[in-house]
């Protein structure tokens, strides 16, 4: 005879009970299996359309023949590398399982019951979900009405104030996901003045090298001098096209740095991510090539949308997110029945948007006729 299964969400630490998990993108496999379609558009999870640099891809081949030997838990030569990129010492640098494992450990480490985070409405998902697995409170602070510059972004000064009102953490999209949204050198360093040191500053700069093609977009990672509580986190997972190797870093106060080496796993970053995520440093005309497809094609994307007569956010990443209006799920449907997944953004409390990352100029122009012909009401 079976026991009686307690609830377990009562047994759950009360930041996990009441936590609602991070939601992905549907895989390319999931829709084939669910719609029983063959040709299957991914627009959904801002991955690079050119996939892994060559060269990375190598290198993490010739790491999986290693696979019986553990990781270099300090990963002394990816470290290093990072080190040289930004001119750092390597001891500034802690080593992640993608960036969302970098901002778990942020959270691990300054984050605790009674304690609060501050983030933005509409801000990238992985802050309030890290914030509230501490247990710790968040502040959320509303965004710029849909009428300003940057709409749904940052409001700056009102995040600054917050801080100021006993935080110990204020999370910083620049550019943010899901809304493309960006600060400019100035409203950003306006900021970190006035965000107390005793509050942790980071500012995720997991979408960097696209954002650095904009003018007046600040690289905060030259400021770390300047702002000892600044935490700088980056990602091979956008333009490194490595998100499914999985590997992030934060940049940081060597004393931070070693604070959250504490709470890191000793092995989170596996032997082929650290060996990719080396030669993909190295091969600057992928990453060149890759800034400039993007740049070309969200302009591209940006018309056709515009075209169909959608108005597009303003973007610095490598996706665009427009308002489809109250039939934005019904939209997300028919889309998903011609083979094309987008990111439903419901769950940022956007829920008449859709944000589609920038393909291949092939995938893009598959996205934008299958809107065509889904918004026309016309038959899958
Ligand atoms: C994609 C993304 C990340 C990166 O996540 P990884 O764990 O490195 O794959 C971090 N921050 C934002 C805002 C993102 O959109």
Sequence with gaps: MAATQPDFSTLAQAGVAGLAPYEPGKPIETLRREYGVREVVKLASNENPLGPSPRAAEAAAEAAREAHRYPDGNGFELKAAIGARHQIDPACVTLGNGSNDVLALIAQTFLAPGRQA????????????????????????????????????????????????????????????????????????????????SVIAVVDEAYFEYGAAEAGYPDASRWLDAYPNLVVTRS???????????????????????????????????????????????????????????????????????????????????????????????????????GVIVRPVDAYQLPNHLRVSVGTPAENRTFLGALAAAAGGGAA
């Design 236 to 338: 091979f997972s956008k333009v490194h096209g490595l998100a499914g190797l999985r590997v992030g870093y934060a940049l940081s106060h060597p004393d931070v740095a070693e604070l959250m080496n504490r709470v890191r796993q000793p092995f989170n970053c596996s032997a082929p991510a650290q060996a990719a995520a080396v030669a993909s440093l190295a091969d600057a005309e992928f990453l060149e090539r890759s800034v400039a497809l993007n740049s070309e094609q969200r302009e591209l994307l940006r018309a056709g949308l515009e075209g169909l007569g959608y108005r597009p956010l303003p973007s610095a990443g490598n996706f665009l997110t427009f308002d489809a209006g109250p039939e934005a799920a019904n939209l997300n449907e028919q889309l998903l029945r011609r």
């Design 118 to 197: 501050v983030f933005s409405a509409h801000a990238f998902a992985v802050y309030p979900i890290v914030t509230q697995a501490a247990g710790a409170q968040a502040s959320v602070v509303a965004a710029q009405p849909s009428s300003a510059h940057q709409p749904y972004g940052h409001d700056l000064p009102a995040m600054a104030a917050a801080a100021e009102s006993g935080a110990h953490v204020a999370f910083v999209a620049n550019p943010n996901n899901p809304t493309g949204t960006w600060e400019g050198e100035e409203a950003l360093r306006q900021f970190l003045d006035r965000v107390p040191l």
